[in-house]
């Protein structure tokens, strides 16, 4: 997945990606893990000098001692392996140690225009070490190789996939929304009533946001007649209401705005949902 993921963020013939023949896991934020693959890719894709392509690979490995990586060590395990290769100019040889420190960059005015903030392949770092993984760095002949360590998971561990329309509530829930991706809950969000039930007919969620306003309540009344299994979420602003929707069916009510510790009851109270049904 994270693979696919990256593929729509670079043009393909400037990509090489091999994968192994089975698939590699690792649990985590398929966002932050994302974000932090497409900086080490853009970088990479720079050092070329829009020539040729870079390689993206990524495989299981034993680590059967401890190994020193350019960036920490990395304990006896098994973990994926991403590398993300080039052929460009390498990195200068006086910055090779601090490459993942912040205001550190790899980047010359001369090649791309602009020296760089120094923040990207810190910001990287500082994913990888979240899900307890770890960088390495070899200089090649010619360009680079960045490994990317992560503690592999034996299978695919995700939560169940959750299907989960939000209207009208882009602005509540983008601040949370990494949280939405670690517990593997997949956002379908719509501007208007009309939208979220064309899409309800069509793909059946789990879970609907409804911001508490008059106007939307006809959209609940045939949602939950077109689904009566939903779970649905009220979000309101400012005013403290047990059912803002005059009695209609409400399985939680989120105040705006919500802090990490709402959403994650949030969570709670829709995992027990889901063992009733």
């Known amino acids: 997945d994270l693979m696919d993921e990256l593929s729509r963020y670079i043009e393909s013939d400037r990509v090489l990606f091999l994968h192994p023949p089975q698939p590699v896991y690792v649990t985590g934020s398929r966002l932050q893990l994302t974000r932090a693959l497409l900086n080490v890719s853009l970088n990479a894709l720079e050092a ?38 080039d052929s460009g100019s390498g990195i200068p040889e006086e910055i090779v140690d601090r490459v993942f420190e912040p205001f ?29 993984g770890r960088i390495d760095l070899e200089a090649r002949n010619p360009g680079t190789c960045v490994s990317i360590y992560l503690p592999q998971t034996e299978n695919d561990s995700r939560e169940r996939e959750v299907q989960v329309l939000a209207i009208s509530s882009q602005q509540f829930l983008e601040p949370h929304i990494d949280l939405f991706y670690k517990r593997n809950w997949k956002l379908h969000l719509v501007e208007d009533e009309n939208d979220a ?14 911001p508490a306003a008059a106007k939307f309540e006809q959209a609940l009344h045939h949602m939950i007649n077109i689904h009566p299994e939903v779970f649905i979420v009220i979000l309101q602003e400012g005013v403290q209401c047990s059912n803002p929707y005059n009695g209609l069916p409400c399985d939680y009510v989120l105040n705006m705005p919500a802090s990490t510790a709402d959403i994650e009851s949030l969570f709670d109270v829709f995992a027990e949902h889901e063992v009733a049904y």
């Open 48 to 85: 070329q000098g829009g020539e040729g392509k870079i390689e993206i690979a990524h495989s299981v490995i034993q680590v059967e001692a401890i190994k020193r990586c350019h960036h920490g060590f990395l304990n006896r395990g098994s973990y994926a392996c991403i590398q993300v290769s």
């Open 104 to 132: 550190v960059t790899t980047k010359s005015r001369s090649t791309t225009g602009s020296s760089g903030s120094g923040l990207g392949l810190s910001v990287v770092a500082g994913i990888i070490d979240d899900h307890d």
């Open 197 to 210: 039930l064309r899409h309800a007919s069509d793909s059946p969620p789990s879970i609907v946001f409804f």
